[in-house]
């Protein structure tokens, strides 16, 4: 619970929320953060990767916000309607009791009601009488393009060059210059509305009436609750398993297939450290990752999009220096995403730099090629066998990592102080040949079988020799080092080692003892491997839970469970993870993760099929 009020911007308050003082709503095509004063911080529309309309949460000053809630001190707590992504902020005073309830209809994929985006405020006072403030100050194009708003109809317009939000409200607004404002006063079972609608072309202003806010409200629940319905999982961490599942959807780019890294963009990995990117794009690790963890769950319609996704973008002959596979794409599927800063962004707390676009697109990492085919694999056994001009592909694919695996590459954890022969790289290129090699075998399917089992025991053979390091008894990061990298948590993940391998055991001992503070784990020491980036970093979570999982395969059901159970503990009061957690248990980075969610199903899957 938190002490809040609408508008901290007329309250002197200038500094927005903590990372992790957020919940989540989105339509399946973009997202809006909710802070736990009712303060949406951070929308982009249409898109994942539009411009941003309200983006304070990296400039309180620049960035634009719609403030909703108490005009009097209240204090705040947020929670999701059960099983579903409609988000409730409830607001606690003197003399009754509110809440603001936050959702985004999900419409299909086409007609002019798709084009809307809708975003929904319903206020509803619950309790006794309670005054409210609004305030919907937007800053077109992360707050360097101008607008103009003009009132009609009870409509208010926001135009920028290239884009218009109408907000309807079904109490009366003003105009303050660029913004439009209200203060109203609701006794117990009232109600008021917002909705913000894009506008233009076909899709003109339309106001959102209670009755009609009732009727999305409803339709919306329905929508969420039916899709969860189909998850298999009944273990014992259902409500942070199926909260986990309900985000990686709010991540999925329905008319694509796309799935998002994160929906944000230069959240610090350190306040004042120089790790802020860009997230909003398409990584083909983090969304295979997605697909395996969605597809143990039951859900196939999310892996099929996804392989439909790849089928159109990926061009396994185009000759690329970084392979057949760029590492990042749009979400529509292109593939240059050039990295700027955006100077006049003061950034999350003062914070900068504020970057868009990603210049690690350009980066060779190997590691791909096995996400993406244990991913394919994965759904051709689960879900639906792949087609033959998929197999075509996946040949290409396998056929290019035997020609080009044994060079070095920046890695998966895009460092930019150049390349090195990563082993994680080298482990997921064995992946990627082996799980062709399954599928072969399984199928029937034509495959140049001896150069690809050649190849596969070529790598295997590499990794034990160069890739362990009798000095620390351990596998490292890199060929020839002595680092040690949390990444090779995934040799046993990934079927490489046996899970009691004494050379195994050994590598799990000295991670613990190099990575590990309180079962949270470090990604690696940049100052024993320095990454070409300044400042440090908090702990990785993805890294933490494939610890769990490592201790599980380990045969260390206690202390896995011990492990995983800390770890909920860092999650925000929604269930909801950033990328990293700092040494005070702050989170950290780009927010929500789906790297970080996705580990926590596989974890949960995995830990509780070994507890029985």
Same mark, same amino acid.
């Given at each position: 619970?938190?002490?809040?009020?609408?508008?901290?911007?007329?309250?002197?308050?200038?500094?927005?929320?903590?990372?992790?003082?957020?919940?989540?709503?989105?339509?399946?095509?973009?997202?809006?953060?909710?802070?736990?004063?009712?303060?949406?911080?951070?929308?982009?529309?249409?898109?994942?990767?539009?411009?941003? +309309?309200?983006?304070?949460?990296? %400039?309180?000053?620049?960035?634009?916000?719609?403030?909703?809630?108490?005009? +009097?001190?209240?204090?705040?707590?947020?929670?999701?309607?059960? %099983?579903?992504?409609?988000?409730?902020?409830?607001?606690?005073?003197?003399?009754?009791?509110?809440?603001?309830?936050?959702?985004?209809?999900?419409?299909?994929?086409?007609?002019?009601?798709?084009?809307?985006?809708?975003?929904?405020?319903?206020?509803?006072?619950?309790?006794?009488?309670?005054?409210?403030?609004?305030? +919907?100050? =937007?800053?077109?194009?992360?707050?360097?393009?101008? /607008?103009?708003?003009?009132?009609? $109809?009870?409509?208010?317009?926001?135009?920028?060059?290239?884009?218009?939000? !109408?907000?309807?409200?079904?109490?009366?607004?003003?105009? %303050?210059?660029?913004?439009?404002?209200?203060?109203?006063?609701?006794?117990?079972?009232?109600?008021?509305?917002?909705?913000?609608?894009?506008?233009?072309?076909?899709?003109?202003?339309?106001?959102? !009436?209670?009755?009609?806010?009732?009727?999305?409200? *409803?339709?919306?629940?329905?929508?969420?609750?039916?899709?969860?319905?189909?998850?298999?999982?009944?273990?014992?961490?259902?409500?942070?398993?199926?909260?986990?599942?309900?985000?990686?959807?709010?991540?999925?780019?329905?008319?694509?297939?796309?799935?998002?890294? !994160?929906?944000?963009?230069?959240?610090?990995?350190?306040?004042?450290?120089?790790?802020?990117?860009?997230?909003?794009?398409?990584?083909?690790?983090?969304?295979?990752?997605?697909?395996?963890?969605?597809?143990?769950?039951?859900?196939?319609?999310?892996?099929?999009?996804?392989?439909?996704?790849?089928?159109?973008?990926?061009?396994?002959?185009?000759?690329? =220096?970084?392979?057949?596979?760029?590492?990042?794409?749009?979400?529509?599927?292109?593939?240059?995403?050039?990295?700027?800063?955006?100077?006049?962004?003061?950034?999350?707390?003062?914070?900068?730099?504020?970057?868009?676009?990603?210049?690690?697109?350009?980066?060779?990492?190997?590691?791909?090629?096995?996400?993406?085919?244990?991913?394919?694999?994965?759904?051709?056994?689960?879900?639906?066998?792949?087609?033959? $001009?998929?197999?075509?592909?996946?040949?290409?694919?396998?056929?290019?990592?035997?020609? /080009?695996? $044994?060079?070095?590459?920046?890695?998966?954890?895009?460092?930019?102080?150049?390349?090195? *022969?990563?082993?994680?790289?080298?482990?997921?290129?064995?992946?990627?040949?082996?799980?062709?090699?399954?599928?072969?075998?399984?199928?029937?399917?034509?495959?140049?079988? =001896?150069?690809?089992?050649?190849?596969?025991?070529?790598?295997?053979?590499?990794?034990?020799?160069?890739?362990?390091?009798?000095?620390?008894?351990?596998?490292?990061? /890199?060929?020839?080092?002595?680092?040690?990298? !949390?990444?090779?948590?995934?040799?046993?993940?990934?079927?490489?080692?046996?899970?009691?391998?004494?050379?195994?055991?050994?590598?799990? %001992?000295?991670?613990?003892?190099?990575?590990?503070?309180?079962?949270?784990?470090?990604?690696?020491?940049?100052?024993?491997?320095?990454?070409?980036?300044?400042?440090?970093?908090?702990?990785?979570?993805?890294?933490?839970?494939?610890?769990?999982?490592?201790?599980? /395969?380990?045969?260390?059901? $206690?202390?896995?469970?011990?492990?995983?159970?800390?770890?909920?503990?860092?999650? *925000?009061?929604?269930?909801?993870?950033?990328?990293?957690?700092?040494?005070?248990?702050?989170?950290?980075?780009?927010?929500?993760?789906?790297?970080?969610?996705?580990?926590?199903?596989?974890?949960?899957? *995995?830990?509780?099929?070994?507890?029985?």
């Amino acid at each position: 619970m938190t002490d809040a009020s609408s508008d901290r911007y007329r309250r002197g308050d200038a500094r927005c929320p903590e990372v992790a003082e957020h919940g989540l709503i989105g339509d399946l095509s973009t997202v809006a953060l909710v802070g736990t004063d009712g303060t949406i911080d951070w929308y982009c529309c249409p898109c994942f990767d539009s411009p941003s +309309v309200f983006a304070s949460i990296l %400039d309180t000053e620049r960035g634009g916000a719609f403030a909703l809630g108490a005009a +009097v001190p209240a204090r705040t707590k947020q929670f999701y309607f059960p %099983d579903t992504n409609v988000l409730i902020t409830r607001f606690f005073t003197e003399d009754g009791v509110g809440e603001v309830q936050d959702f985004m209809p999900v419409t299909g994929r086409d007609g002019v009601e798709a084009e809307r985006h809708r975003l929904i405020r319903r206020v509803v006072c619950v309790r006794g009488s309670l005054p409210f403030r609004v305030r +919907v100050a =937007p800053r077109f194009a992360y707050g360097a393009r101008a /607008h103009t708003l003009r009132m009609t $109809d009870d409509v208010a317009v926001f135009a920028s060059d290239d884009l218009s939000l !109408a907000l309807t409200a079904t109490v009366a607004m003003e105009t %303050d210059g660029l913004d439009a404002h209200a203060e109203f006063k609701l006794v117990e079972g009232e109600s008021a509305v917002f909705a913000l609608d894009q506008v233009g072309g076909e899709v003109t202003p339309r106001g959102c !009436a209670r009755a009609e806010a009732e009727e999305q409200f *409803n339709a919306t629940v329905a929508y969420w609750r039916h899709w969860l319905a189909a998850s298999r999982y009944r273990g014992r961490w259902r409500e942070m398993v199926h909260r986990s599942a309900l985000t990686l959807k709010l991540l999925t780019y329905a008319p694509t297939g796309a799935i998002v890294a !994160a929906p944000t963009t230069s959240l610090p990995e350190q306040l004042g450290g120089d790790r802020n990117w860009d997230y909003r794009y398409v990584w083909v690790r983090d969304a295979a990752f997605c697909v395996y963890a969605l597809l143990r769950l039951g859900f196939t319609d999310e892996a099929e999009a996804f392989m439909e996704f790849v089928t159109r973008h990926i061009s396994p002959g185009d000759g690329r =220096p970084s392979g057949p596979l760029q590492i990042m794409y749009g979400i529509d599927g292109r593939t240059d995403l050039p990295e700027s800063e955006l100077t006049h962004l003061g950034g999350h707390h003062g914070s900068a730099p504020v970057r868009i676009g990603n210049a690690a697109a350009e980066q060779l990492q190997l590691d791909i090629y096995g996400a993406l085919i244990d991913s394919i694999y994965l759904y051709d056994k689960w879900a639906r066998p792949v087609s033959s $001009d998929q197999w075509d592909d996946v040949c290409a694919l396998v056929e290019w990592v035997c020609d /080009h695996w $044994d060079q070095p590459d920046e890695g998966i954890w895009e460092t930019r102080g150049g390349r090195k *022969n990563f082993l994680y790289s080298r482990l997921m290129c064995w992946v990627a040949i082996e799980r062709a090699i399954r599928m072969a075998h399984r199928r029937g399917l034509p495959a140049d079988l =001896p150069r690809w089992q050649e190849c596969r025991d070529t790598i295997y053979r590499r990794i034990h020799s160069r890739g362990w390091s009798p000095s620390r008894r351990a596998f490292v990061q /890199h060929e020839d080092g002595e680092v040690l990298d !949390a990444a090779v948590l995934m040799m046993p993940l990934t079927k490489f080692i046996a899970p009691t391998d004494p050379k195994w055991l050994s590598t799990l %001992d000295a991670l613990t003892h190099d990575l590990v503070s309180d079962s949270l784990v470090y990604r690696y020491d940049p100052l024993a491997s320095p990454d070409g980036l300044h400042g440090a970093e908090g702990t990785f979570s993805i890294c933490s839970f494939w610890y769990v999982e490592a201790l599980v /395969h380990a045969g260390r059901l $206690d202390e896995a469970r011990l492990a995983f159970e800390k770890m909920l503990t860092y999650a *925000n009061h929604l269930g909801l993870y950033a990328e990293e957690i700092s040494h005070t248990g702050e989170q950290q980075g780009n927010f929500p993760q789906a790297f970080t969610h996705l580990a926590l199903i596989s974890a949960a899957f *995995n830990l509780d099929r070994a507890l029985g």
